[in-house]
């Protein structure tokens, strides 16, 4: 079953980025570091397959994936069963130290509400399409099985890549938990 259109998605600070690099590594054109690029009413037949990457929120505004995706729908670019999402998920105290330290919120609560709100819309928005879940902490803790299996998984899809990225990924999670390190916004303090 081929797919034409890889949408990632997740909580701000949940590994979106390690994921869309990913696929693009395993060979998805037209998508690149920055998802603002792709401007979904002017993709074409031939841009596929194409990768997508957006949090939840972005920018602070919630994203509605069936509104963003109508442009392609109504050109018959793509159909339901053409979409496969990855969904991102992240150990949730380091993913609120990180919102926290990127200034997506001002505080611990702000954090766990957003995340809380972004998996329920999420699931709530994908029920009709195919989704994989996108370990953020599997993926870092161990690179280079995690990266077989996620390449393994893809040719399901119809993407044959490479297993050559797995030196390339950072555990960006241990810096959440050393000792003697507190975290506020916008900078980081050490204990005396």
Known sequence: MN???FLVVGAESTGTHLATNLLIQAGI???TRLHDDIKIEDIEERDFPIVYRRSFPHERKWFDIKLTLKPLFEKKL???SDVLVFVCIRNWHCTIKSQIIRTHVDNEEAALQNIKRAYRDIFRQIENVD???FSYDEMVNNPYDSI???YENLKRY???AAYE???NITNENKKYYR???IYTLRNIETIK
């Open 3 to 5: 797919k034409k259109f």
């Open 148 to 150: 077989n299996s996620f």
């Open 158 to 160: 119809g993407v044959y």
């Open 165 to 167: 990225c797995a030196r």
């Open 131 to 133: 989704y994989e879940i």
């Open 179 to 181: 000792k003697g390190y």
């Open 29 to 31: 054109k037209r998508g």
């Open 78 to 80: 793509i159909t339901e």
